[in-house]
């Protein structure tokens, strides 16, 4: 399928939220809409991820689909 420009961003945080980000970009593409998957880390690389999400409208993008499997500041934490 010939993909136009990306519409939509999908901003995901580790390798490990692709299998659940990776549903919505399928069936992005499954409708025929361009999309941008980007792994950028809110904790580890914030102004990064601010400087991308600023400039999703002027590249064009229409929409951006953040999430996450898991929250990273609490999955190392047990509480004990």
Not at 2 to 13: L, R, S, T, Y
Not at 20 to 27: F, G, H, L, T
Not at 51 to 70: H, K, N, P
Request: positive net charge.
């Amino acid at each position: 399928m010939i993909m136009n420009k990306p519409q939509v961003a999908v901003i995901m945080g580790s390798n490990s939220d692709w299998g659940i980000m990776k549903p919505a970009v399928d069936m992005l593409e499954k409708f025929g809409v361009a999309c941008e998957a980007r792994l950028i880390s809110a904790h580890r690389a914030t102004n990064m991820l601010v400087e991308y999400a600023e400039g999703l409208r002027e590249r064009g993008f229409v929409c951006a689909i953040a999430g996450a499997a898991r929250p990273v500041c609490h999955q190392h934490y047990r509480g004990d």
